[in-house]
């Protein structure tokens, strides 16, 4: 498969997870969005690596893939302790600096 | 036959992810996710990066998902089926995608502006080999960067989980005992 598929994927699920992101109001499903969007960037980086012939996209992925746990352990440690205080996860109940 | 796995993997990665931001019960929602990580997953593999496919599916199917899950069962999922699902910015939220989507397909019509490809020099490395090359050999101060933000994630998450009246106990227990 030529590269352009793969980015072609790549965009439809960053516009997927973007969706997700813009239209949800769950921040659940806000976090997983954002997981979709690492993988679309993932995606995009290893056609790339296997359109140059060269594995350093692939050592680039692997950080992104550490990064994205990392921001997935935190995001769902906060959302507990924001369930624990308010009792409500929708992004839009959570407006305490708006005026 | 590798087109028709690619576009077996393609689908599934889209599908997944379609119904993830489309399901209503959060733990539908997760278990699509997961086809969908699993998808990219494949994708990894026809692109012959077969290092990236074991820890996609060991790091995001094995160990990402379940912290998903455990977190949804924390939650009242009951209750947070009966919410309106869509934020009421709905419309400009379309747009943008819209426009994104134009953008993307224009460019695509146009033609991607791709160099050729490098001729391909035959390495008798595996694919794992030749990224513990680059890894360790260039990449090692980010490594172990990494590693920090790993244990900085990992604090972070067990403190901002500890319940409040837990750290008022500390905190009594250890006025008494002064």
């Known amino acids: ?18 969706g997700g992101m813009l239209l949800r109001r769950n921040l659940i499903i806000i976090l997983m969005s954002l997981e979709l969007i690492l993988n679309a960037v993932n995606l995009n980086l290893v056609a790339f ?37 308010r009792g409500a996860l929708l992004a839009d109940e959570i407006r305490l600096l708006k005026w | 036959m590798t087109n028709l796995i690619f576009y077996c993997f393609a689908a599934m ?9 489309t399901r209503r019960n959060l733990v539908h929602a ?43 069962f924390l939650v009242n999922v009951e209750s947070e089926q009966q ?22 397909a224009a460019l695509f019509r146009q033609g ?9 020099a035959a390495s008798a490395a595996g694919n794992t080999e030749q990224v513990a090359d680059v890894l ?8 172990e960067a990494a590693s920090l933000l790993l244990l900085v994630a990992i604090l972070g998450a067990v403190l901002m989980t500890r319940r409040r009246d837990a750290a ?11």
Request: proline content about 5%.
């Open chain 2, 136 to 143: 360790f050999y260039q990449y090692a101060l980010p490594f």
């Open chain 2, 83 to 104: 919410v309106r699902p869509f934020s009421r910015q709905w419309p400009l939220a379309i747009a943008t995608l819209l426009a994104i989507l134009l953008a993307g």
């Open chain 2, 112 to 120: 991607l502006p791709l160099p050729a490809p490098p001729p391909r």
């Open chain 1, 1 to 18: 498969m030529s590269t352009g598929h793969y980015l072609g994927v790549s965009l439809l699920l960053l516009c997927i997870g973007l």
């Open chain 2, 13 to 21: 990665t889209l599908a997944g992810a379609l119904l993830t931001v």
């Open chain 1, 49 to 85: 690596s296997q359109h140059w012939n060269h594995v350093t996209g692939q050592v680039f992925g692997i950080f992104v893939i550490t990064v994205a746990v990392a921001e997935a352990a935190v995001g769902l440690a906060l959302l507990i302790a924001l369930y624990r205080n």
């Open chain 2, 168 to 178: 008022l106990l500390d905190a009594e227990s250890e006025e008494t005992s002064a």
């Open chain 2, 30 to 72: 997760a278990l699509s996710l997961i086809l969908s990580l699993l998808g990219v997953a494949g994708l990894f593999l026809t692109a012959k990066a077969e290092f990236l496919f074991a820890a996609q599916i060991l790091l995001y199917v094995g160990a990402v998902m379940i912290l998903f899950l455990f977190v949804i």
